[in-house]
Antibody, heavy 120, light 109 residues
Framework: EVHLLESGGGLVQPGGSLRLSCAAS????????MSWVRQAPGKGLEWVSA???????FYPESVKGRFTTSRDNSENTVSLQMNSLRAEDTAVYYC??????????????WGRGTPVTVSS | QSVLTQPPSVSGAPGQRVTISCTGS?????????VHWYQQFPGTAPKLLIY???NRPSGVPDRFSGSTSGTSASLAITGLQAEDEADYYC?????????FGTGTKVTVL
């Protein structure tokens, strides 16, 4: 069975850093683009980052320059390095696997999520 | 602020048909980018419900269907069941980013 398992979430002060990890099992993650999606408490979903099979990375303006995603194909893992964290980055962070349709990309597999709280 | 707008809530009695709209613009749905839908129960991760506008992953009941028209998309649930009570999100692509809708809570009366 295929799974994604996130780790690394926790409480961090504003301006601090945190590194999230995502371990894939049941499939070879190097064959897929992988993304992180977050959800602030009581709010909707927000795409945070993507990394394709060529290791090219993509970010929305809200996190560009502060967040960096990477992958280790030998370990079947994906990571999200988050720097200069702000209160508005507080959310549950989900690791996702991407699929592609004729004209777009979607998230066909989700982890359980790891909570990140940015507060002093 | 999301570029895809959904009604905050919709409701229906068991067995009824309900639809959820997802209104975008010429930069996303109107540009021909596909729309995908997710279902989320409280305290759990979202689950892919529809991909590529109107395709269902294995295991998703055929009571769920998607469609697009112009700058909008819709998710229809026919034969509404109590277990369908959840939050639903649309998702597409816009100006270099994957974007989600504002989300809709479906209540089964």
């Amino acid at each position: 069975e295929v799974h994604l398992l996130e780790s690394g979430g926790g409480l961090v002060q504003p301006g601090g850093s945190l590194r999230l990890s995502c371990a894939a099992s049941g499939f070879t993650s190097s064959l897929y683009a992988m993304s992180w999606v977050r959800q602030a408490p009581g709010k909707g979903l927000e795409w945070v980052s993507a990394i394709n099979i060529a290791h090219n990375t993509f970010y929305p303006e809200s996190v560009k320059g502060r967040f960096t995603t990477s992958r280790d194909n030998s370990e079947n893992t994906v990571s999200l390095q988050m720097n200069s964290l702000r209160a508005e980055d507080t959310a549950v962070y989900y690791c996702t696997r991407e699929g592609s349709s004729d004209r777009g990309w979607y998230f066909d597999l989700w982890g359980r999520g790891t909570p990140v709280t940015v507060s002093s | 602020q999301s570029v895809l707008t959904q009604p905050p809530s919709v409701s229906g009695a068991p067995g009824q048909r309900v639809t959820i709209s997802c209104t975008g613009s010429t930069f996303n749905i109107g540009a021909g980018y596909d729309v995908h839908w997710y279902q989320q129960f409280p305290g759990t991760a979202p689950k892919l419900l529809i991909y590529g506008n109107n395709n269902r992953p294995s295991g998703v009941p055929d009571r769920f269907s998607g469609s697009t028209s112009g700058t909008s998309a819709s998710l229809a649930i026919t034969g509404l069941q109590a277990e369908d009570e959840a939050d639903y999100y649309c998702q597409s692509y816009d100006s270099g980013s994957n974007v989600f809708g504002t989300g809709t809570k479906v209540t089964v009366l």
